[in-house]
């Protein structure tokens, strides 16, 4: 029977030790050096060593409260703290409330070193605002007070010039106090350094903040395998609890996939999981993440905390309660407010939603920061401007509680309606609104959240407003989504208002969705419409939709019908961007239908209004269109320059950049170098397969073609090291290999093995050896060819498994075969 050993100081299981080798006794060199000071306190006899009145502890961890559960995760946080505090003498934690500051703070103390010779830990939040805070921190430390002197006095004497940790558990209520008295004591005592967490920085002269992030949660699409869903510190929280609750409880592939939602909807927090997680002895996951979808029920689930944790920690409520009283009048008013915007916002957003009602209009940008100062918003990572912000699900559920006590819910929804109105109009106003990316585009779940809060499904707005979510949809590829939208629509009125733009949008949608038929039946649905109102910028979008519907169809010549006949209204009216956008269409029609010298003057003449002009999304889709027409000519180096100014525009990881990969790999074949061909192909192939994504059909067709073409005419060793070459290209290593950055070709064309790098680690013969192995000679015929004995080949191929750390026949010839393909 298999024997556990736990470690001798904190009890943690201990992996087992090498066959042979002396069983480990603690998990770490900190639980060694802590069991090392414990026994340098007791004598021989074993009794304790008496310590003198006003000594310190004799090592760091003493006084500080032992935890009855595990710690989980935030490794990376702890080895920042450590760096931080070596730099800064007060470090303030800051973070949401039941974000898990005060458990960080409290394991980060326990492993300090032993120059901090005390720790000393002062829980504020039972302190009220009126309450003398030095004093109250001195009782805590045990210190009593002394005639004529303040407490403040008394700390300072107490502390002197000694090495100490002060920790200050949540300040945030009682802020400024804390900011003076951390103030006066860091001046005073040159040895003390003091850790505090709040919900809002101190600030402090010299203060270093850090902000502790919620918990990682697995990304979208990573599927139910457990040993990839525990990677995540908020799955493993959460099996931890569950665990202790529901003994017997594990995670696997019948219930990873609900776990890791269910720790998506809680945004990480750290208290929610573990609230969450106690759910699991009296209900089924299932129930759990229902419930966390019910905004009536969500609060009430995630209750019940521990009997002897602070009040605050009762539930989630009471911790986001602890924070909204600290909060002014006008504060609690656009925190409430911001309660619809479910998608998150920016500050116009925020202005336009949250303003009036006693909210000044130049008070909202204020607000909103000092809200994120509060960790009751957070901002949302990336360089975006403007800025956006979002409040955690949990946070929201309980500021649209408070939305609903105070009376303002209808009036808010209202404003944001009118608000995403406002944001249609910018959209309204251009010629080819589908393919547009437009300020909507940012607010997808505010728009459905807004559309599923309208109770009157037939009015203008709400109509107007299903049309522009139907468009976002469509950009993001989802039609899916878009597609019961814009039948709902289609349906439901035979108002003309709308003209053919419900129409034109649906034809481009179903081409999405390769259902070419309908296709066609909305597109002439779109132009008919369009022709009866009379309206040019509506016919013109019409009859793009029926075009593309045509082009997917293969009717080229019907297409370039249309899309000249369209080019001629965008001209008409006097839009430059839109008509070459036009032009670029009727360029990729004629290109589809064999006419690429006439699509090459037609790009010459749009393609510098698009470079220089356009979104990023409509001049990549030019530049590639140009980059087909050139290789359609023959002329593959402007082809493979246009091309790699593609992909140099895009981001790396949309599908945008598959197609100026797929282009390179035309130009590849097209100059002869099939490895490159294929090696391309595979690795555009496995990330459309990743992201979900299809080409359109003619583009597909060539493409294939081209691929089917590389593997006939290279050998088998050379098509498997280009396949696995391929696979293993994504990212930025794509991207170097694709735009033939110095040296990515032999990093990236096959890894075969990362102890074979380069060829000089053999001989001359030994390489042309293993050549003749990827082509798939036998001994016996690499002799013959070599003018060598069976047995001399057999001696070189030893000594090249030797070198390479190759055991295997194929293998070398996957290593010779790369090798091969970059000289």
Same mark, same amino acid.
């Given at each position: 029977m298999t024997r556990h050993r736990t470690c001798e100081s904190c009890a943690t299981a201990l992996a087992a030790a090498p066959r042979g080798g002396r069983p480990a006794r603690y998990c770490s060199n900190a639980c060694r050096q802590r069991a090392f000071r414990q026994r340098a306190t007791h004598d021989g006899a074993g009794k304790e060593r008496p310590v003198a009145p006003d000594a310190s502890p004799p090592h760091p961890g003493r006084g500080l409260p032992r935890a009855l559960d595990s710690f989980v995760g935030r490794r990376q946080e702890l080895s920042s703290l450590r760096t931080l505090l070596r730099a800064s003498r007060l470090l303030t934690l800051t973070g949401a409330g039941g974000v898990g500051k005060t458990r960080l703070a409290l394991e980060f103390a326990k492993g300090l070193p032993?120059?901090?010779?005390?720790?000393?830990?002062?829980?504020?939040?039972?302190?009220? =605002?009126?309450?003398?805070?030095?004093?109250?921190?001195?009782?805590?430390?045990?210190?009593?007070?002394?005639? &004529?002197?303040?407490? !403040?006095?008394?700390?300072?004497?107490?502390? &002197?010039? !000694?090495?100490?940790?002060?920790?200050?558990?949540?300040? %945030?209520?009682?802020?400024?106090?804390?900011?003076?008295?951390?103030?006066?004591?860091? &001046?005073?005592?040159?040895?003390?350094?003091?850790?505090? !967490?709040?919900?809002?920085?101190?600030?402090?002269? &010299? %203060?270093?903040?850090?902000?502790?992030?919620?918990?990682?949660?697995?990304p979208v699409g990573t599927g139910n395998d457990p040993t990839a869903l525990l990677r995540s510190d908020a799955i493993r929280l959460f099996v931890e609890r569950a665990s202790s609750r529901a003994p017997g409880f594990a995670l696997g592939r019948d219930n990873g996939a609900t776990v890791a939602e269910i720790c998506r909807r809680l945004d990480g927090l750290t208290l929610a999981v573990e609230l969450a997680a106690r759910r699991v002895g009296a209900l089924p996951l299932g129930d759990i993440l229902a419930g966390l979808d019910d905004r009536l029920l969500q609060l009430s689930l995630l209750a019940d905390g521990n009997r002897t944790g602070p009040r605050r920690h009762d539930g989630l409520a009471a911790a986001i309660d602890w924070s909204h009283r600290l909060l002014d009048p006008e504060e609690r008013a656009v925190f409430r407010r911001l309660a619809v915007l479910v998608g998150g916002f920016d500050a116009g957003a925020a202005e336009a939603v949250c303003a009036g009602s006693g909210v000044a209009p130049h008070h909202v940008l204020r607000i909103l920061c000092a809200l994120e100062a509060k960790s009751l918003i957070v901002r949302l990572p990336g360089d975006a401007e403007p800025a956006r912000f979002r409040q955690l699900r949990a946070i929201r559920a309980y500021a649209m509680e408070r939305l609903v006590v105070s009376g303002e819910l209808h009036t808010v929804r209202r404003r944001a309606l009118t608000w995403l109105n406002g944001l249609a109009d910018v959209v309204g106003n251009e010629v080819f609104a589908d393919q547009t990316g437009g300020p909507l585009v940012a607010e997808r779940d505010n728009l459905a959240a807004a559309l599923a809060d309208t109770t009157d499904r037939d009015a203008a707005p709400y109509r107007r407003l299903s049309l522009e979510l139907a468009r976002v949809h469509y950009q993001q590829e989802q039609p899916s989504a878009a597609r019961p939208l814009l039948e709902g629509l289609l349906r439901g009125t035979d108002e003309p208002a709308p003209g053919g733009a419900v129409a034109a949008l649906a034809t481009r949608v179903a081409c999405q969705q390769a259902d070419l038929a309908q296709a066609l039946l909305l597109g002439e649905q779109a132009v008919r419409l369009e022709r009866r109102r009379g309206h040019p910028s509506g016919l013109a979008n019409a009859l793009d939709a029926r075009a593309a519907a045509r082009l997917c169809r293969g009717e080229f010549a019907a297409a370039v019908t249309d899309l000249r006949e369209c080019l001629g209204l965008v001209e008409g009216l006097g839009r430059p961007q839109d008509t070459a956008w036009c032009t670029h269409h009727l360029a990729w029609a004629l290109l589809q239908g064999g006419g690429a010298a006439e699509a090459d003057v037609l790009m010459e003449r749009c393609l510098p209004v698009l470079r220089e002009h356009a979104h990023w999304s409509r001049a990549a889709a030019a530049?590639? !269109?140009?980059?087909?027409?050139?290789?359609?000519?023959?002329?593959?180096? =402007?082809? %493979?320059?246009?091309?790699?100014?593609?992909?140099?525009?895009?981001?790396?990881?949309?599908?945008?950049?598959?197609?100026?990969?797929?282009?390179?790999?035309?130009?590849?074949?097209? =100059?002869?170098?099939?490895?490159?061909?294929?090696?391309?192909?595979?690795?555009?192939?496995?990330?459309?397969?990743?992201?979900?994504? %299809?080409?359109?059909?003619?583009?597909?067709?060539?493409?294939e073609q081209a691929a089917v073409r590389a593997r006939t005419l290279l050998s088998a060793a050379a098509r498997d090291a280009a396949l696995d070459g391929g696979r293993r290209l994504h990212g930025d290593r794509l991207v170097a290999y694709a735009l033939r950055t110095e040296g990515s070709d032999r990093r990236t064309a096959t890894d075969a093995t990362a102890a074979a790098e380069d060829r000089s680690l053999l001989t001359g013969r030994e390489f042309m050896v293993a050549e003749l192995v990827s082509e798939g000679l036998t001994n016996r015929q690499i002799a013959e060819r070599l003018g060598l004995s069976p047995r001399t080949v057999a001696t070189h191929l030893d000594r090249v498994r030797d070198k390479l750390g190759l055991r295997s026949r194929t293998r070398i010839a996957l290593w010779a075969a790369s090798r091969t393909m970059d000289g």
């Open positions: 032993e120059r901090h010779a005390r720790v000393d830990v002062v829980a504020l939040d039972s302190l009220h =605002s009126g309450a003398p805070l030095a004093q109250s921190v001195a009782t805590a430390l045990g210190l009593g007070e002394r005639a &004529g002197r303040s407490g !403040t006095d008394v700390l300072v004497r107490a502390i &002197g010039d !000694t090495h100490r940790l002060l920790i200050m558990d949540n300040c %945030e209520h009682l802020a400024e106090p804390c900011a003076r008295l951390a103030a006066t004591l860091l &001046g005073h005592c040159p040895g003390l350094r003091i850790l505090a !967490t709040s919900r809002e920085a101190l600030r402090v002269p &010299g %203060e270093t903040v850090f902000r502790v992030g919620e918990l990682p949660v697995p530049l590639h !269109t140009a980059g087909a027409v050139r290789l359609a000519l023959g002329r593959l180096r =402007s082809a %493979e320059a246009l091309f790699a100014e593609v992909l140099g525009i895009v981001p790396k990881a949309s599908f945008h950049a598959l197609y100026p990969v797929e282009g390179l790999a035309l130009v590849a074949a097209e =100059s002869g170098d099939m490895r490159r061909t294929l090696c391309l192909y595979e690795a555009s192939a496995q990330a459309r397969r990743r992201l979900d994504t %299809e080409p359109e059909a003619p583009w597909r067709q060539r493409v």
